[in-house]
Structures are given as C-alpha cells and as structure tokens.
T-cell receptor
C-alpha cells in the first residue's frame, strides 16, 4: 500500500468542466509535488510545495492551479483543460525538499485523467 | 536535451539470472542518483540510491554501480524474479538544488519464468 493517497483514481472530464485532484500523506513530509506522466515517458515535474508554500512552478499553464491547504494535503484544480492534458497525474512527497539526497520521493498511484 | 538516458527501452531476462539495467547521464554536476520501479496503474516506487562519493550500493538483491568518469550507472538485480517485471526509471539530482529529479525514459524489464 502506498503511503501517498490520491483521489480519484480515474477522472473523465470535458473541456469546460472544473474538477480537482486530491493528494494526502501522513508521513510528516514537508515537501509535496505534482508530476504529469504520459504513456511510455518519464514523470515531468509540474509544481513543488515546500513547507506549504509554492516553491517551484515549471511553467505550467494556468488551467492547472495547485493548492496546499495544510502540510498533509495537496490539491490540483483543473479548469478548461485540453485533450492533450490527458495523462497520469502523480502526487509525491519527500521528507525534506528538494527530494534528492537522503530524501527520496514517495509517489502515490496517480489519477488517470482523460479530457474529452 | 536529455540529461539522463536509458537507451534500452526493454529487457527480457530468465528467472534466476541477473538483470542489468543501464543509465547514462551528461550533467557532471549530478551528485545523487536513484532508481525507481513502476508497475502499471501504480506510481513509481523508490528502490535504491547512490551518492557520487560512492561507487557501489547494495540492498538485498539490488546493487547500483556508479562510474563517474564514464557518467554511467547500472542497476543489477540478482537473482531476478517474475515479480521484478516492471518499468525501471533512473533519476539524477543535484543535492541542494531547488530543481528536482531528472528522470530517464525508463526500461521495461520482463522476467520470464
């Protein structure tokens, strides 16, 4: 069982919909991340929250809006997405930023998003 | 420009034999390397890591070797088991950097019974 929980597991949404992806961890980790992964590609970093503050935004379009309500929760709000945004969205956490030495990323199982 | 490369998209190995997965990197500033394993419909799982001050790290059936001069690392799994069948991602990072892991494109390992 993963210690990073993501909901929902699957999501189908139209281009005019507004939806949210949720992520939760109770390991006391102080950094949380959103990654996007397309089929047969490595995960691509989208956002990093460090101590509940947005520290990295990898030039992600504004139709993706992250939110970190507290140290255990991370949301990704979606609005007016495009079909090419269909992908697996992975949440991850690490004990300390930036997720490198002695602080590996712990990933959730992801949300499979399909935009129609 | 891919800074971390896994040139073999797939590898098949017989159960009980050794699996060797390779990874090359171009950025000599990377000083920490990790391997992740990913099953279908699951997120990547951290497997093993190595700091650039070492050339080998072992954990059970898994050993990672680092050759800094060649900018090459490899993951050895011995003996291989059918449950090891998964996609393996190599990743690299600069300790203390605000930027995150740079992942390779992955290698699909299939262990045949």
């Amino acid at each position: 069982d993963t210690e990073v929980t993501q909901t929902p597991k699957h999501l189908v949404m139209g281009m005019t919909n507004k939806k949210s992806l949720k992520c939760e961890q109770h390991m006391g980790h102080r950094a949380m991340y959103w990654y996007k992964q397309k089929a047969k590609k490595p995960p691509e970093l989208m956002f990093v929250y460090s101590y509940e503050k947005l520290s990295i935004n990898e030039s992600v379009p504004s139709r993706f809006s992250p939110e970190c309500p507290n140290s255990s929760l991370l949301n990704l709000h979606l609005h007016a997405l495009q079909p090419e945004d269909s992908a697996l969205y992975l949440c991850a956490s690490s004990q300390m930023p930036p997720g490198g030495a002695n602080s590996p990323l712990h990933f959730g199982n992801g949300t499979r998003l399909t935009v129609t | 420009d891919q800074q971390v490369k896994q040139n073999s998209p797939s590898l098949s190995v017989q159960e009980g034999r050794i699996s060797i997965l390779n990874c090359d990197y171009t950025n000599s500033m990377f000083d920490y390397f990790l391997w992740y394993k990913k099953y279908p419909a699951e997120g990547p799982t951290f497997l093993i890591s190595i700091s650039s001050i070492k050339d080998k790290n072992e954990d059970g059936r898994f050993t990672v070797f680092l050759n800094k001069s060649a900018k090459h690392l490899s993951l050895h799994i011995v003996p291989s088991q059918p449950g090891d069948s998964a996609v393996y991602f190599c990743a690299a990072t600069l300790s203390g950097s605000a930027r995150q892991l740079t992942f390779g494109s992955g290698t699909q390992l299939t262990v045949l019974p």
